[in-house]
């Protein structure tokens, strides 16, 4: 059972990260972005249930929770913790974390590079705030990405970071390169 280590609010005020004391998810992060998606997961299931949630994303021994404006922290802080503190253990693999790689993804070796680039350059940097990305597909030189955890709600996502995606991406892999986020 992973015991909550610290409760950390980030730069998203709608957003609040549990680091743990044992991990609860391993290797890449698992997003759910609603209530359907995360009916795959009891831990996520009970988060959504608990109302005004949408948002979990669980890496390695951190969760992150978005909420809506319709509570505050305060009321909701006391429904999570119990259910953050009974969440399974699950034990670590070797992979690098922080980037999720979609179907298909896996044997293209233009996005392999790019994953090697973003696990390198990018991820260190979203993961200090609580985010996190995931590399959904490509078209060409056209790189799908999806934000997650703190950095989906982040205004800086949409223009800074992406644009610093992009820059390195274009330098590291192919000047022709263009990110575009979904």
Known sequence: MPKIA????TPDPNVVRFMLKEPVASGFPRVFQDIEAASTDPTAAALFAVGHIVSVFM??????VVKDDGATWDELLSKLAPIIREAP???????????????????DPFLQKVLSVLKEH??????ADGGGLEVVSRNDKQVMIRYAGACQSC????????????????????????????
């Open 122 to 127: 990018i991820y260190p940097f979203m993961a």
């Open 155 to 182: 205004p800086a996502g949409m223009v800074g970071t992406l644009m610093a995606i992009e820059g390195i991406l274009r330098a590291e892999v192919d000047p022709e390169i263009h990110v575009a986020t979904v």
């Open 89 to 107: 253990s699950i034990a670590p693999s070797g992979d690098a974390p922080g980037i999720t790689i979609n179907e298909g993804v896996q044997d």
């Open 6 to 9: 610290e409760i950390e609010y």
């Open 59 to 64: 890496m390695d021994k951190r969760l992150n």
